[in-house]
């Protein structure tokens, strides 16, 4: 009986499918274990090898658990919605739904036949109404909140409501308008739309105005990383700046929070440090600068002739540099910036702000070689000595960071330096050696001590006093602020999720709760609506419910649905609710969740707001979602490349390339053994290499290898359907373990898997002969075989629990390889050598141990417990030597007595062989270490 691993994993498969071998019930009489990874997005292209390395491991983990005794919770799903879908449909004709459907058909059997221990009954869709019914119900949950900073925590608008009717909104602070203040008797005499306006400047889900990227070929908004040098990353299609009316989440409230969480969270330093720069908390202050009226003042900074009519608002990090700002930079689309520019620079201003419309913000906030800017003619008063300070704008200021304006400092700061030197503006040298009048020194304490107030302070003395003074003055205050922005929740798109949203008369009321799910209409033309809106607005009958009400015509984006997916599951079929607060009090938090670090400050982020929210609310009974993250690292393939002579259809060999002139081509890797290229395959795979010639070295044509990304335009994707095919599930598996830790990157080399499948033929061959059949005894296990167990299960415990999954592959060989030394047939040994593998290689461990007897499944067998006393030593191997050289190697039990140890070296042959007959002078023995015989 031979290993037929594709007849056993297909046996497998469709026994675990039949008995429902992975179904997970909520059993609060059990432990639980909840296992979870980052669901994928089903594009057509299906998974290549790179893709499961995360599912594999969490698999081991899930598996190894259950052995364990836990119940676990390992479900997967589908993040559904999103652009691609929708651009694929305009190029194919093919609706979303019907693409994506086609989609997850094929990655669940891709998965299905890895053997993943998925409970398929939780399976969730994004893009089901069943399921976003209860994103656009968590929606208007935000919608109905704001966060009150006193009590630090999300509470329900008409708790602010009834604050606002006591005593106004003194003491809570407008996060939208930070200017605004009003009394109790003006809130009660405002109308609602006045009083709907100020509720959206607090709530945690708004609507505002806000200049976004706008693409008219994609008809929608893109994320700054979506645009590259002015046009879509996705076509290349051109992109403007637009003001739009946007949904956003105000992530902002929870900054702190979302800091502090970062304490409680096993998390690799790395992530964590992402976050906590992306969040980026600093500690400063904030100070007005008035800027008089830019129609008198004149180029002569010493011409003062109008009053302060405009103020402009800085947050400085360092407020005791304030003597130093020699000049001050606006971001272009800052409010203040066509009310201060002087009629002489206007027309200069305005070619400027139309060449930072052609710049996304990634470009503008990365090190530019070229420094631009342009001055608006306008001065501000520096409010510590009057001094006048000349306004410029530049690109590298973002209005939405921060408030939009920089205090200059160009002897404390480079990058102030460098713009100050370009545009020959005057730099004041009240530093000494800090300015050399070649580059700033940042690394200098700016601590402007020509002021008397500051003068011989040290700077952290300096900046609290200067924080004070402004203060007092009333010119600003201290302020904690975070370099994190609220996040746009609008997409100008069709397939994404409706917002529960209508408007009357154009104010945003929520949709009635009973008419959730807010489904997605069908529509066949994707094209844009009016004026910038999404194709929603063209289904004329969806979007007006009747004079003068419509709905929202946008839909959410793709995070969306991931925010809080891993919630859904363990409540998947619930109607009543997003999930049952006892499922959700039961299951918890996600105990080990697997992803890739694209989704660091992402998904992660708003997932973990989004989960904030809904403990404040009291929804669940936790805030944050995750206890452990790790981040698996990219399986890279390795391209391999074919060498055309130039102008010709003739290929050279890689080792002789260099005498001729060629052009360098991936080739698909799955026509080359190795570096060896199938000729006859490589003239099949493309029409215009059908006649292709080939100057070869050695009789073979060897081809270039290069480690690159997988990816299907290089050729070098491996897809593990073929591999599944030609070594099994089981191979595939291990094999993946054992390239490397699980958080490393590296090469796939499909040659490598040679030695994971003779490693499962040879286990194979411990139990079964292959005319003989099962050959495993119930006869007693040597004190040998059980070391070798008991080493095994101590190594792959510790190894299993803690992800090292390529040592734990390496551990199974080594064991494997002394078992079959020992010739070692027995039950007690082999059946939880079994257990021990089963959640690397699960097929081929189930076939086994039915083969020997058992009726239940491995799946529920119990977790080998290692025993100490079967892997102490009581022998100790010496080597001998004559005269210090070593000859042979003794072994005794640790207890034996010099005197006994002495006679039996002496009466060894090979001993005796070399004392060469001479005279015996002394036996020296270090016990535990070395015995030498001196003759």
Same mark, same amino acid.
């Given at each position: ?43 057509g ?51 979303p ?86 009394t109790a ?18 709530r945690?889900a ?20 979506? +645009?590259?040098?002015? +046009? ?35 998390y ?37 002739? =109008? ?41 200069? +201003? ?10 996304s ?25 009057g ?64 002021s ?36 746009g929740?609008s ?16 104010i ?18 994707y094209?844009?609506?009016?004026d =910038? ?14 004079? =003068? ?7 959410m984006?793709?995070? &969306?649905g ?8 363990m ?27 694209e ?52 290929? +050279? ?27 006859? &395959? ?89 005319q ?111 005269? =210090? ?51």
């Amino acid at each position: 009986m031979e290993y037929n691993y594709r007849d056993i994993e297909k046996k497998w498969q469709e026994h675990w499918k039949q008995t429902n071998a992975y179904r997970v019930s909520n059993n609060p009489s059990r432990p639980k274990c909840y296992v979870l990874d980052m669901f994928p997005y089903p594009s057509g292209a299906g998974l290549h090898v790179g893709h499961p390395l995360g599912y594999i491991a969490s698999d081991i983990y899930a598996r190894y658990k259950r052995l364990k005794g836990f119940n676990v919770l390992h479900p997967m799903g589908y993040d559904a919605f999103g652009l691609p879908a929708e651009e694929y449909a305009r190029e194919t004709g093919q609706h979303p739904a019907v693409t994506t459907a086609q989609n997850i058909d094929a990655f669940r059997r891709q998965l299905e036949h890895i053997g993943f221990c998925f409970d398929w009954e939780r399976e969730i869709r994004t893009s089901d109404p069943a399921y976003y019914k209860w994103t656009q119900w968590i929606f208007l949950q935000l919608f109905d909140s704001w966060y009150n900073r006193k009590t630090q925590r999300a509470e329900r608008i008409a708790a602010l409501t009834a604050l606002f009717e006591q005593q106004g909104n003194a003491g809570h602070e407008c996060p939208g308008d930070r200017t605004l203040q009003f009394t109790a008797a003006e809130w009660k005499s405002y109308d609602e739309t006045r009083q709907r306006e100020i509720l959206m400047h607090y709530r945690l889900a708004y609507l505002a105005h806000a200049e976004v990227n706008w693409c008219p070929a994609l008809g929608t908004v893109l994320a700054n990383d979506e +645009v590259v040098n002015g +046009v879509s990353e996705r076509g290349g299609h051109p992109v403007i700046k637009k003001k739009m009316r946007q949904w956003f989440l105000r992530i902002t409230e929870y900054a702190n929070r979302l800091l502090e969480g970062l304490e409680r969270v096993d998390y690799s330093e790395a992530l964590k440090e992402m976050q906590r720069n992306w969040i980026g908390k600093s500690q400063g202050a904030e100070i007005k600068f008035q800027i008089p009226n830019p129609k008198s003042q004149s180029p002569d900074p010493k011409v003062q002739n =109008g009053g302060a009519e405009f103020a402009v608002t800085v947050y400085t990090t360092r407020p005791d540099t304030i003597f130093g700002v020699d000049f001050m930079v606006l971001a272009p689309e800052h409010e203040l910036v066509s009310r201060i520019t002087t009629a002489e620079l206007r027309a200069d +201003v305005e070619k400027y702000l139309d060449y930072v419309q052609s710049r996304s913000e990634r470009e503008r906030l990365a090190e530019v070689k070229q420094i631009t800017g342009c001055f608006t003619g306008a001065y501000a008063l520096n409010p510590f000595n009057g001094r006048p300070i000349p306004v410029w704008i530049s690109e590298y200021v973002l209005a939405g960071y921060g408030t939009g304006a920089i205090m200059a400092v160009p002897c404390g700061d480079q990058r102030d330096f460098l713009f100050a030197k370009h545009f020959n503006i005057p730099i004041t040298n009240i530093i000494g050696d800090a300015f050399n009048g070649e580059e700033a020194n940042p690394t200098k304490d700016a601590v402007l001590q020509h002021s008397d107030f500051l003068d011989g302070m040290d700077m952290k003395t300096a900046m609290g006093l200067v924080a004070d003074k402004v203060e007092e003055l009333g010119i600003g205050k201290r302020q904690i602020n975070y370099k994190m922005r609220d996040a746009g929740f609008s997409r100008q798109r069709y397939w994404g999720e409706p917002f529960p949203i209508i408007y009357k008369d154009g104010i945003a009321y929520p949709a009635d709760e009973k008419e959730l799910p807010v489904e997605l209409p069908f529509i066949e033309d994707y094209k844009p609506g009016e004026d =910038g809106e999404g194709p929603l607005a063209n289904v004329t009958d969806w979007v007006n419910l009747a004079p =003068g009400i419509r709905r929202e015509t946008n839909t959410m984006p793709g995070y &969306a649905g991931s925010s809080w997916y891993f919630l859904r599951y363990m409540d998947p079929h619930n109607d009543n609710a997003f999930a049952d607060r006892a499922a959700t009090d039961y299951w918890n938090q996600v105990d080990v969740y697997i992803g890739g670090t694209e989704h660091a400050v992402g998904h992660l982020l708003y997932s973990r707001m989004w989960t904030k929210a809904l403990h404040d609310l009291g929804y669940i009974g936790f805030d944050e979602p995750y206890k452990k993250i790790i981040n698996q690292g990219m399986i890279g393939g390795s391209s391999r490349l074919v060498y055309r002579i130039r102008g010709t259809n003739t290929f +050279v060999s890689q080792g002789i390339k260099d005498q001729y002139e060629t052009d360098e081509l991936h080739v698909d890797v799955n026509i080359v053994d190795g570096t060896e290229l199938d000729i006859a &395959a490589f003239r099949k795979w493309r029409t215009d290499y059908q006649d292709a010639e080939f100057i070869l070295e050695d009789g073979k044509y060897i081809c270039g290898t290069l480690l690159e990304k997988m990816s299907k335009r290089l050729f070098n994707t491996v897809n593990p359907d073929d591999i599944v095919e030609k070594y099994g599930a089981d191979t595939f598996r291990m094999y993946e373990m054992f390239l490397g830790p699980v958080e490393q990157s590296k090469p796939w080399e499909t040659k490598g898997i040679e030695g994971v499948h003779r490693f499962l033929k040879k286990l194979w061959r411990l139990y079964v002969d292959e005319q003989k059949g099962l050959i495993v005894k119930d006869t007693p296990a040597t004190p040998e075989e059980l070391k070798v167990l008991h080493k095994t299960i101590q190594k792959i415990d510790g190894d299993t629990s803690s992800f090292s999954y390529n040592t734990a592959v390496s551990q199974f060989m080594i064991c494997l390889n002394e078992l079959t030394s020992l010739k070692c047939s027995k039950r007690s040994i082999l059946e939880p050598l079994l257990v021990l593998l089963a959640p690397f290689a699960p097929h081929v461990c189930e076939e086994l141990w039915h083969l020997l007897g058992n009726t239940t499944s491995i799946l529920d067998a119990a977790y080998p417990v290692f025993d100490e006393q079967y892997v102490k030593e009581s022998t100790f191997t010496y080597p001998v030597a004559i005269n =210090g050289k070593t000859r042979t190697e003794m072994g005794f039990a640790l207890d034996a007595d010099n005197a006994s140890i002495e006679q039996e070296v002496l009466a060894n042959e090979v001993v005796q062989k070399w004392m060469e007959g001479k005279q015996l002078k002394k036996v020296v023995i270090v016990k535990g270490r070395m015995i030498n015989v001196v003759v």
